[in-house]
């Protein structure tokens, strides 16, 4: 609840948000995708919780997931990165690459966080379009 404005306002008009992460935080990513349908946004996700419920997976299956994972980037408005605590493993960080590459709004949940905790601290305005700018600069 505490960021749903935040959210809304961060997202504006942009309604397809994929979510991405280490597939580590299924509850989180079955918070997030709730939360944001709530809201009413598109939301899609990972097809599977390899990490989270031990699935093994062959290195072909692992590659058409990650496939059909860049489609689901390439047709949202907006990225959001679960990056729990500022973890982010190598196919999300790839996932990144791809989601700049083409020209996606990257944001990221831990940054997110932070922007709302001083709003929070310091009754300001949550600067969340300064996320974005901030994680892409060299």
């Known amino acids: 609840e505490i960021c749903r404005d935040n959210m809304l306002r961060m997202m504006k008009s942009k309604r397809i948000v994929c979510l991405c992460g280490s597939t580590k935080f299924k509850k989180e990513f079955d918070y997030w995708q709730e939360a944001l349908a709530r809201m009413d946004f598109v939301v899609l996700s990972v097809s599977s919780?390899?990490?989270?419920?031990?699935?093994?997976?062959?290195?072909?299956?692992?590659m058409a997931f990650d496939k059909l994972h860049f489609e689901r980037i390439r047709l949202a408005d907006i990225v959001l990165v679960l990056d729990q605590q500022g973890y982010m493993g190598e196919s999300t960080r790839r996932?990144?690459?791809?989601?700049?590459?083409?020209?996606?709004?990257?944001?990221?949940l831990s940054e997110l966080m932070k922007k709302v905790e001083e709003s929070l601290i310091y009754g300001t305005a949550c600067p969340i379009d300064d996320i974005e700018r901030e994680k892409s600069s060299p």
């Open 49 to 62: 919780y390899t990490h989270a419920d031990n699935v093994f997976m062959t290195e072909g299956s692992k």
């Open 95 to 108: 996932e990144m690459e791809f989601a700049r590459v083409e020209g996606k709004r990257v944001v990221f």
